[in-house]
Structure formats: C-alpha cells, structure tokens
C-alpha cells in the first residue's frame, strides 16, 4: 500500500511543504514569510503556531484533507549529537527542539510542526538525519586542544541521501560501501561514509576543512588568535567573519559562484584564483578521508548547489579520480530526502529510532 507524506522544512523567511506518495513528488510549494511577519515574534520558537496556520491554510485552499496524510515528517533541528536514521518526534525530541540544545534555528520548528499535526490526526511524526548527526570515530573527534574537541555538524540529510541513491544505483547497500561525500554549498562538507556511518567529516560552519562562498572554513590558528586580539574586531564581528562573512564573501563581495564565474569569464584574475583555491582546498579534503578510509574507496559523490557547475566538478574531479570514480548528483533535494527517510520506517526497511535512548 502506498503511503502519503506531508514534508515541513522551515527555513527562516520560507517554509517548504512537499506532499509524496511514496518517493513521488505530487506538490511542492515554498510559503515565503515577509520581513515584517517574522519581525513580530521574539523567538524562532514563537512562530510555530503562525507556520502551522500558514500550512494548514495552504492545504485548505488546495482542497487537501490533513487527514489524508499517512504521515509527517519534518526538518531535523539544532538536538544534541545523534547517529544518523529517521527519529520518532517524541516528548524528549521536542523539549530539546524547543529549548534548542545547540542553538536555535527555523528547522528546530519542523519536528515540532510535524508531531503537532501528527497527533492532531492520528498518524506518526518524524524528522531525518538532523544537521547534528554524530558518528565521528573516537580519533576524529580529538583537534590538539582538549578544550576544543572537533564536532559533526554538517550536510547529513543530503550526504547520507545520495550516499543512498547512489548505492541503490549500483545495486549495492549503503551499509556495504566506503564512499566518500562532497557537499557544495553555501557552506561546504566532506565526509568519510565507512559502511554507512560517517567517521569523520570536514565541515565549513566553525572552521574546519576548505573556506566556501560565505565561510572562512580552517584558519592559520596563529594568524587567527592575533587577529582576535589585535583589536580590530569585536569577538561577535569575528564570528561573522568567519561565518556568513568568509570564504567568496571575504575576497570578491559575493556568496554567489555562478556570480564569480561570470567574473571569471569576465578576465577577473581574482576571482579566477579564488575558485581555483576552492577546488584546491576541497580536493585537499577529499584526499585526507581517502586516508582516513585506508584507500578503500568504492566512490566519490559530488552533490549540492554548485554540484550545477560543470567546471568546479571537473577540476575537482581531475584531481581526486586516482583514489576512486567520481559521481556527480547537482543539487539537493531535501524534501525527498525526509520522505524517503519516512517511507523507509512506514514499509519496514529499517525501525525508526528513540531519542530518549541515544
């Protein structure tokens, strides 16, 4: 029997609904929220009932019954580190959404919309490989510092999905594979996935592995401390910098790379030495989880938004293809991703985990 899914991920001016029938695709739409509606809440978690409104109108107008929905699944959020899989929304899970245990941010909502409306009509809530996914092997997690342990927060829905995607394609399981995943974006990650668990992971968000177009990524640690305490900037001004400010941002003004290679197509020898040290530093990281991986590398995955340029993916590709074959799969379709993160506990692939027992 097919089951019919209703996917939430909130963004922070937008929330995106996707309803599936199995992994197929029947409706999609983004409800932007305006500046000045966002504007009234004081908190992310004070929108909930504004978002909830807002779906369940947009369902009214389109003539769908919520109780036709066999199950909901929302954007994991800010919880604590936890392995990878598709999570009950339970008491636990929620609280921890609400208080934000690592932060808070517009997807902490979709776990907590999803078991709301899931309750309301009877059927099971779930989110799906959250941002803090933590399966980092004990080695990985020690930097040189004791006070500064190295953490997981990366791209996990998208890099455990096409890790997936590209394991059905050969026939193969996930849990069989070494693969090594590459996600470019706004920020950018690369993951080691030894049979099916990511041991470690290069992330770009609090400075590790290669900048991106808004993030500084790894830092020349001495250069770094004398500029925080050179005066110049304030510890928050810093942040910023490093995050939101770095990487494209910080040398050519834009977070846009379709933007720099327009600049590049331009003659703008800048901005051609910026992507060329793009490429250089995530082909860098790519071949330090091959070690990590001992050299047993079934296949490199290439994916998000600049997955779209066909000169980033073939520079990288030039440079890593001697460790494994490289496959390329633009964009990232989140939406999908949580419903087959569903759809795989509904039809008995895999059970469904409990937050309380991590």
């Given at each position: 029997?097919?089951?019919?899914?209703?996917?939430?991920?909130?963004?922070?001016?937008?929330?995106?609904?996707?309803?599936?029938?199995?992994?197929?695709?029947?409706?999609?739409?983004?409800?932007?929220?305006?500046?000045?509606?966002?504007?009234?809440?004081?908190?992310?978690?004070?929108?909930?009932?504004?978002?909830?409104?807002?779906?369940?109108?947009?369902?009214?107008?389109?003539?769908?019954?919520?109780?036709?929905?066999?199950?909901?699944?929302?954007?994991?959020?800010?919880?604590?580190?936890i392995?990878?899989?598709?999570?009950?929304?339970?008491?636990?899970?929620?609280?921890?959404?609400?208080?934000?245990?690592?932060?808070?941010?517009?997807?902490n909502?979709?776990?907590?919309?999803?078991?709301?409306?899931?309750?309301?009509?009877?059927?099971?809530?779930?989110?799906?490989?959250?941002?803090?996914?933590?399966?980092?092997?004990?080695?990985?997690?020690?930097?040189?510092?004791?006070?500064?342990?190295?953490?997981?927060?990366?791209?996990?829905?998208?890099?455990?999905?096409?890790?997936?995607?590209?394991?059905?394609?050969?026939?193969?399981?996930?849990?069989e594979?070494?693969?090594?995943?590459?996600?470019?974006?706004?920020?950018?990650?690369?993951?080691?996935?030894?049979?099916?668990?990511?041991?470690?992971?290069?992330?770009?968000?609090?400075?590790?592995?290669?900048?991106s177009?808004?993030?500084?990524?790894?830092?020349?640690?001495?250069?770094?401390?004398?500029?925080?305490f050179?005066?110049?900037?304030?510890?928050?001004?810093?942040?910023?910098?490093?995050?939101?400010?770095?990487?494209?941002n910080?040398?050519?003004?834009?977070?846009?790379?379709?933007?720099?290679?327009?600049?590049?197509?331009?003659?703008?020898?800048?901005?051609?030495?910026?992507?060329?040290?793009?490429?250089?530093?995530?082909?860098?990281?790519?071949?330090?989880?091959?070690?990590?991986?001992?050299?047993?590398?079934?296949?490199?995955?290439i994916?998000?938004?600049?997955?779209?340029?066909?000169?980033?993916?073939?520079?990288?590709?030039?440079?890593?293809?001697?460790?494994?074959?490289?496959?390329?799969?633009?964009?990232?379709?989140?939406?999908?991703?949580?419903?087959?993160?569903?759809?795989?506990?509904?039809?008995?692939?895999?059970?469904?985990?409990?937050?309380?027992?991590?």
């Amino acid at each position: 029997m097919s089951v019919k899914s209703l996917i939430i991920n909130p963004g922070s001016t937008s929330t995106k609904l996707g309803i599936f029938t199995d992994e197929t695709l029947e409706m999609d739409e983004t409800l932007r929220h305006s500046t000045e509606e966002i504007a009234q809440y004081d908190s992310i978690i004070a929108q909930k009932d504004f978002r909830k409104k807002i779906i369940l109108d947009f369902l009214a107008d389109k003539n769908i019954d919520v109780k036709s929905f066999d199950v909901i699944v929302g954007r994991g959020g800010m919880l604590k580190p936890i392995p990878g899989g598709t999570y009950t929304v339970t008491d636990a899970l929620e609280h921890d959404l609400t208080i934000g245990v690592q932060g808070q941010h517009a997807s902490n909502l979709g776990g907590i919309l999803a078991r709301e409306i899931g309750d309301e009509i009877g059927v099971p809530s779930y989110i799906v490989d959250p941002v803090v996914v933590d399966e980092l092997c004990d080695a990985a997690r020690l930097s040189g510092l004791p006070e500064i342990p190295r953490v997981s927060v990366f791209h996990a829905l998208n890099q455990k999905a096409v890790c997936r995607r590209y394991a059905a394609e050969v026939g193969r399981k996930y849990e069989e594979l070494n693969l090594i995943g590459v996600h470019l974006g706004g920020g950018v990650s690369v993951a080691a996935h030894e049979k099916g668990r990511v041991i470690d992971v290069f992330n770009a968000l609090d400075g590790d592995g290669a900048f991106s177009p808004e993030r500084a990524g790894a830092l020349p640690v001495g250069g770094l401390i004398r500029l925080c305490f050179s005066g110049k900037v304030t510890e928050k001004e810093m942040m910023k910098r490093a995050v939101g400010g770095g990487g494209f941002n910080a040398y050519l003004n834009t977070n846009d790379a379709r933007e720099v290679m327009k600049m590049i197509d331009e003659g703008n020898q800048d901005a051609k030495l910026m992507m060329d040290a793009f490429v250089f530093q995530l082909s860098k990281n790519v071949g330090s989880m091959a070690a990590v991986l001992a050299g047993r590398v079934d296949q490199i995955i290439i994916t998000g938004g600049i997955a779209h340029n066909q000169w980033v993916t073939d520079e990288i590709t030039k440079r890593v293809s001697f460790i494994a074959p490289v496959t390329v799969y633009p964009g990232e379709d989140e939406l999908l991703a949580l419903a087959q993160g569903a759809l795989r506990v509904m039809n008995g692939e895999e059970q469904a985990k409990i937050y309380e027992e991590i």
